[in-house]
């Protein structure tokens, strides 16, 4: 049908909304926020990311504009302040993900440990920036194999993440089967459980009662009494600037048992100077020094 006259104006929608760009005013308020909130580090390039995360938690709360939601998250409850760092990290993991660090885990890590655990001494690991879970199942799956009874020793594998959503999944312990790809068939058979009706697998008892998940900002406190033999903390300190990458290697090494281990990303490096009693004794892998 022909159309004649003027257009008739209407008001912007969220659909107008989403097809703009974040203002570099407002851009850069929300990544200082970002940045003193959980050390993430937002330069100008990631606007087209950060714009669209943001504007999924501006649709769930009927938010039109970032300015509208920039004065929501500078206001004095929190709370959408962390959804909205959760919001902005990024949640990528895989069963044995970076498979040469579970064959140093299996070969040169875990023996003299579990040893030590099953003549009554402790074994405690942490999986940092854990995603959704699979890091720390896949250490217990590594464990499991050349301990099975190792739930009932003295080891427990903790996995924090900022992201409450993830930590509720990882609890849950329940992976759709395209989420189980490299699982090694033998370990699905036996610590997991198959629900063919939903085509999941869910972690069975033997494999849970390894693992604790909880909320954690890895620039606020750390409230974990005691230290940890091993420690992933993996494609996570990238995501900080360089101030807060040298800040958080330090507090790892402290967090560290005499000849505890730290394995790093694929990109992650750590200078001497920054952890000068941590030295590197394989690719991405480094040890408190004797």
């Known amino acids: 049908m022909e159309r004649t006259g ?29 940045h003193r909130e959980a050390g993430l580090s937002l330069p100008r390039e990631k606007s087209a990311m950060v714009a669209a995360r943001l504007r999924r938690r ?4 009927g938010i039109s504009s970032f300015e509208e939601y920039l004065r929501l998250i500078t206001g004095p409850d929190g709370t959408e302040r962390r959804r909205m760092v959760a919001a902005l990290t990024t949640n990528v993991s895989s069963f044995f993900r970076e498979p040469h660090h579970f064959e140093a885990l299996r070969a040169q890590i875990l023996p003299d440990l579990l040893e030590r655990a099953a003549a009554g001494a402790r074994l405690r690991i942490w999986s940092a920036g854990c995603a959704n879970g699979q890091e720390a199942y896949s250490i217990a799956l590594t464990i499991l194999d050349l301990a099975p009874d190792a739930s009932s020793l003295d080891i427990r594998i ?5 992201d409450p959503s993830v930590v509720r999944f990882s609890e849950l312990g329940t992976y759709h089967s395209s989420m189980m790809g490299d699982v090694p068939e033998r370990m699905k058979s036996q610590y997991f459980v198959f629900d063919s009706f939903s085509n999941t697998f869910r972690a069975a008892d033997a494999l849970r009662q390894l693992v604790l998940f ?25 995501y900080f600037d360089e101030a807060g990458q040298k800040s958080l290697w330090p507090r790892f090494e402290d967090r560290l048992t005499d000849r505890g281990w730290l394995i790093v990303g694929h990109s992650e ?16 892998i480094y040890r408190v020094k004797a």
Not at 7 to 26: G, L
Not at 58 to 61: A, F, I
Not at 219 to 236: A, E, T
């Open 158 to 162: 903790l996995g924090t993440d900022i």
């Open 6 to 34: 003027a257009a008739t104006a209407r008001a912007p929608t969220m659909r107008d909304q989403s097809a703009s760009a974040i203002e570099d005013s407002t851009f850069d308020a929300i990544a200082a926020i970002a």
């Open 58 to 61: 501006m649709g769930r709360l």
């Open 214 to 238: 909880r909320d954690l900002n890895l620039h606020g406190p750390w409230p974990m009494p005691g230290r940890f033999d091993i420690i992933f903390c993996r494609n996570v300190v990238i």
């Open 269 to 284: 490096r750590i200078a001497e100077d920054t952890a000068p009693r941590l030295e590197q004794v394989a690719h991405t």
